[in-house]
């Protein structure tokens, strides 16, 4: 089978691409600019890339860009949206056109290509921001954060995510495609890549002393290899459908944080919670039995955190 990989030299991409190798298939991964990109080294050199990995150039803003990627492919794992940044300063044009456009630009090469499954990688960020959420929730696949009230709270990424997803959906729906999608939590693990990631980056900052206070907010914690499976597990499921829901348990950030001062005493991990709190991130439950159902054991939080600090002292990032 060929399938293809939208931002192939991503964190999560890079996983995805190395379990599809290992599992025999015949991978296209878009990259924006290949042949040049530092970025797409470690991609060339993972087993089985030589001769069934192929990068092909698309940007998610440009039309049609996607259209040769995905040609003759049996199915297509968008992956590629803008990272969750701090700094924001023009929304639309940083998170929420390359998150919605780009993502109807990949599913209208789709249809193009007659592609027959697409697996899209969305977020909990799409999943459980809505006003309605109380610290008794469980949330399951049936939510969906509220686009306006995470707008309010300048919470861009989330925006970009619920839209992007929201507008998935609606395409397909009038397409006929055939698509199923992950939203995980915060994903943490080794990056293949050696740079760091922007969520992985928040426990090397933890570690390293650079994060001196934390908001009083709680979130799930899974693993980059658990994501990059249950994408390929969504994808080789004739059952799978709708939305999965790919997380471990939720932890209050206190507790994280606890957890990295029992792990690593050897740090000196002197952050404090903040003053103000967050009204968008109460703690909450939710439950991912459905991509269990799937046949996914996700790895535990504590080893997730091990892995992620054992990767960073590999590629020098952490002493
Ligand atoms: P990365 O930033 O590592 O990967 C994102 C990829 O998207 C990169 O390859 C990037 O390419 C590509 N991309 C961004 N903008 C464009 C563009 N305009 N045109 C083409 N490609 C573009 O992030 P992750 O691996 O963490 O995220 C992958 C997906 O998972 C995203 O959809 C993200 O929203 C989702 N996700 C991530 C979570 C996390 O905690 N990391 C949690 C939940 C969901 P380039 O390298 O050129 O910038």
Not at 39 to 61: E, F, T
């Amino acid at each position: 089978q060929t399938v293809c990989v939208t931002g192939a030299s991503g964190f999560i991409a890079s996983w995805l691409v190395k379990l599809l190798l290992e599992r025999d298939y015949t991978v296209r991964g878009t990259i924006r600019s290949p042949g040049t990109s530092q970025k797409s080294k470690h991609l060339l050199q993972l087993p089985g890339a030589s001769d069934h990995l192929k990068l092909v150039s698309a940007d998610l803003l440009e039309q049609g860009s996607f259209d040769q990627a995905v040609e003759g492919c049996d199915g297509v794992f968008h992956t590629a949206s803008p990272a969750f940044e701090k700094n924001v300063t023009d929304p639309q044009a940083q998170l929420i056109d390359p998150a919605v456009k780009g993502t109807l630009n990949v599913l209208a090469s789709c249809v193009k290509a007659r592609t027959k499954k697409v697996v899209l990688t969305s977020s909990m960020a799409a999943v459980a921001y809505t006003p309605k959420r109380k610290s008794t929730s469980v949330v399951d696949e049936s939510w969906w954060s509220d686009s306006d009230y995470c707008q309010e709270a300048k919470a861009w990424y989330y925006v970009s995510k619920t839209l992007a997803e929201r507008a998935a959906w609606d395409f397909v729906k009038e397409k006929n495609l055939d698509m199923v999608v992950i939203n995980p939590s915060m994903v943490l693990g080794p990056v293949l890549q050696g740079s760091k990631n922007t969520s992985s980056e928040i426990i090397l900052d933890f570690l390293n002393g650079t994060m001196k206070v934390y908001p009083s907010i709680a979130f799930g914690i899974v693993g980059v290899k658990d994501v990059a499976m249950a994408h390929i597990l969504a994808y080789e499921s004739e059952h799978a459908t709708g939305r999965y829901i790919c997380s471990g348990p939720v932890h209050p950030f206190a507790d994280v944080v606890s957890l990295l001062k029992k792990l690593y005493p050897m740090y000196d991990i002197s952050a404090k919670v903040a003053d103000e709190t967050v009204p968008l991130i109460p703690s909450h439950n939710l439950s991912s039995q459905k991509l269990r159902d799937l046949g996914l054991h996700l790895l535990p939080t504590e080893d997730v955190i091990h892995e992620t600090v054992t990767n960073f002292k590999e590629w020098g990032l952490l002493d």
